[in-house]
Nanobody, 129 residues
Framework: QVQLVESGGGLAQAGGSLRLSCAAS????????MGWFRQAPGKEREFVAT????????YYADSVKGRFTISRDNAKNTVYLQMNSLKSEDTAVYYC??????????????????????WGQGTQVTVSS
């Protein structure tokens, strides 16, 4: 089992920045691919970004590419999402997710929700325009 706890959400102005953190426990963190998803009111949960085991490979949704950066610190068992140039449409609950599937350890990454085995409780991000 893996426990994921997000933090860092809050209120930001359009054009501003926030950094989300997700602390993992319960399993060797360096053998988990990590992802961030988000869900706005009345919408489906959608993929935001993912990172492989070592942190050397990342993949982003088109809507956040160039504005958000996913990173990880395996020594701290933590994955981050740096969000810059925030827009009102970034307002959502942000969820951290993890998969231990070895397919996603290296070059191959996934944006599919069903591929992620573990989920955090979410953190609210609100961007005011």
């Amino acid at each position: 089992q893996v426990q994921l706890v997000e933090s860092g959400g809050g209120l930001a102005q359009a054009g501003g920045s926030l950094r989300l953190s997700c602390a993992a426990s319960g399993r060797t963190f360096s053998r988990l691919a990590m992802g961030w998803f988000r869900q706005a009111p009345g919408k489906e949960r959608e993929f935001v970004a993912t990172i492989n085991w070592s942190g050397g490979n990342t993949y982003y949704a088109d809507s956040v590419k160039g504005r958000f950066t996913i990173s990880r610190d395996n020594a701290k068992n933590t994955v981050y999402l740096q969000m810059n140039s925030l827009k009102s449409e970034d307002t959502a609950v942000y969820y951290c997710a993890a998969t231990g599937n070895i397919r996603y350890s290296g070059v191959l990454l996934t944006s599919r929700r069903v591929e992620y085995d573990y989920w955090g409780q979410g953190t609210q991000v609100t961007v005011s325009s």
